[in-house]
């Protein structure tokens, strides 16, 4: 969504690192071009002036200017307002009532109010272990009430059963009662929108309030609505009291425009954005890491939360053991693809790295996308499960059957192969591997390399041979410097390299730096 302004701000920001000094007529004109690109990405012209006026403020401060970085120093005063402007910390939905806790879902038709509403329940069933009944109040847009009820059946959350004829403030008072009878920690009221806002729909909104006494009253807004989305949210604030918004759309080709105004204008917190179609694709809105990605900084944390819902620890764990042996076959390599796929493909997994919005073209150019995925996870299943488990058996006859099941060429099909050997081959070196950077490697993947760690009473007896029992100030009672003499040749030992160098009583002609390598000459054969 925030594609097209952190570009400009990129480019913007790409000037003003390479100066060495920044005089006040760079800082304004940087702040001109930053002024444009958010009036370009359709943020509201009352939160443009007022985010221009606090950077230029810190910006032209003597510590921007006398900075070693100033550069550096302006895209920081940047973030921080991008910050400040997102709203500071991030506000999670607040369940912390006595349930029911009646959530109500507000906002007009289109939006995706029925399934945030899904969305939502399988978020809190999932990580917040909640019972979650949804019920719709919707009965003016034809099938909106079954809509949500196959939703339900989908992410698995009771619905409330459709009585026809009720009216929204009936179903609304009938689902409290089923909620607290039932035992249901938490209550979504899926209301009704309208294609525009008007007195009805305000009016029915304020009744279904009262009548439910929702703790939380979340907004859905799209966030290609651009401008427009400042006045629906005022509009709903004024008249029916929201407690934060939900962005709907994120994935799509919206400015980010409604994001940074709608914070800013209502003082209303954006909790959840959406990011797509999939049942699960709903984020935390943390205005820190949104502003991160907005100046190209990449989002590593969100990766990392994203890998540890989606990845099958009991999967990983099989495949390390399997690379450990020296073994990886193609259905690993297909599982690993598939692992990818959940992440969000390459693209999702792209844009949260810092630094790569500026190579988009450049990947773009290699033809790097999800099909790239796709395509290879497509070869990998038109084989037979022996070829999977053994490559080696793949003739020329194969590989044209295969290549012809998955839609490829037999070139595609020789390319996978020869990928996943490059693989092969480097896992088989991480697990066999005793000594050397490979064995730190394997260590690092927990993959044992051969080499094992040194168990307690190894570094016990390393801690009493370099100095004392644990009295040091180095880290886990290491002496923080080496006892002297602790790296001297050993009595007996000749060192020829240090023997007559000057200040090191070394031979002429010996190498500096290299004392106490006994028998080694660097440039010939062993002695």
């Given amino acids: 969504m925030f594609e097209g302004l952190s570009e400009k701000l990129s480019g913007i920001f790409d000037s003003l690192t390479r100066r060495g000094a920044l005089s006040e007529e ?8 930053v002024r444009r690109a958010l009036l370009e990405a359709d943020v509201a012209l009352d939160v443009v002036r007022s985010f221009v006026d606090k950077a230029r403020a810190r910006a032209v401060g003597s510590e921007v200017l006398k900075s070693v970085t100033p ?82 059946r989908q992410v698995d959350v009771a619905t409330l059963p459709i009585i026809p ?24 009221l899926d209301t009704a929108g309208r294609t525009h806002i008007d007195e009805p729909l305000m009016a029915e909104m304020a009744e279904i309030k009262a009548a439910s006494g929702p703790h939380e009253i979340l907004l859905v807004a799209d966030a290609l609505t651009g401008q427009d989305a400042v006045n629906l949210a005022k509009n709903f604030d004024e008249r029916v009291g929201i407690t934060g918004i939900v962005l709907t759309r994120a994935d799509g080709d919206g400015r980010g425009g409604a994001a940074l105004s709608m914070r800013a204008v209502t003082g209303k917190p954006i909790k959840l954005i959406g990011t797509g179609e999939k049942m699960d694709a709903l984020d935390d809105f943390h205005p820190q890491r949104i502003a991160n990605r907005i100046l190209g900084m990449g989002d590593i ?19 390390a053991e399997k690379m450990r042996k020296g073994k990886f076959d193609l259905e690993d390599m297909a599982e690993q693809l598939a692992q990818v796929d959940k992440l969000g493909g390459l693209g999702g997994i792209m844009g949260l790295l810092p630094g790569m919005a500026k190579m988009k073209d450049a990947l773009a150019a290699a033809k790097v996308d999800n099909k790239t995925i796709a395509r290879q996870r497509a070869i990998i299943l038109s084989m037979t499960p022996r070829e999977r488990r053994n490559p080696d058996i793949l003739k020329a006859s194969r590989k044209k059957r295969i290549a012809g099941g998955s839609g490829m060429k037999v070139e595609d099909v020789n390319r996978l192969l020869k990928q996943h050997r490059t693989m092969a081959d480097m896992m088989k070196s991480l697990g066999g591997a005793k000594r050397g950077p490979m064995a730190q490697m394997a260590q690092m993947f927990g993959l044992g390399g051969g080499a094992s760690m040194p168990s307690p ?55 500096p730096g290299l004392g106490g390598l006994a028998g080694l000459n660097p440039f010939g054969k062993k002695k």
């Avoid at 009216?167 to 909620?179: F, G, L």
């Avoid at 009493?464 to 886990?476: D, R, S």
């Avoid at 002297?484 to 020829?496: D, I, M, Q, R, Y």
């Fill in 457 to 511: 009473e190894e570094i016990a007896a390393l801690q009493k041979k370099f100095g004392g029992e644990g009295g040091g100030a180095g880290p886990a009672g290491l002496p923080a410097e080496p006892p002297p003499g602790a790296f001297a040749p050993k009595p007996g030992l000749s060192s020829p390299v240090s023997d007559g160098l000057p200040g090191l009583g070394g031979k002429p002609g010996g190498l």
């Fill in 26 to 33: 760079d800082v304004a004109a940087a702040m001109r071009e």
């Fill in 71 to 152: 550069g550096q120093m302006v895209i920081k005063i940047v973030n921080d307002v991008l910050i400040e402007t997102l709203g500071s910390d991030a506000e999670p939905i607040d369940l912390n009532a006595a349930p029911p806790v009646a959530i109500m879902m507000v906002g007009l038709q289109g939006a995706g109010k029925t399934t945030t509403t899904a969305k939502i329940a399988k978020r809190l069933t999932e990580r917040f272990k909640k019972r979650v009944l949804m019920a719709s109040l919707d009965v003016k847009r034809p099938a909106a009430q079954e809509q949500l009820a196959v939703l339900g």
């Fill in 301 to 319: 944390v969100a990766l990392v939360e994203k890998a540890a819902e989606t990845i099958d620890a009991e999967k990983a764990q099989r495949i």
């Fill in 165 to 188: 004829g009720q009216t929204p403030v009936q179903i609304a008072k009938r689902a409290e009662e089923a909620a607290r009878l039932q035992g249901f920690d938490v209550v979504l």
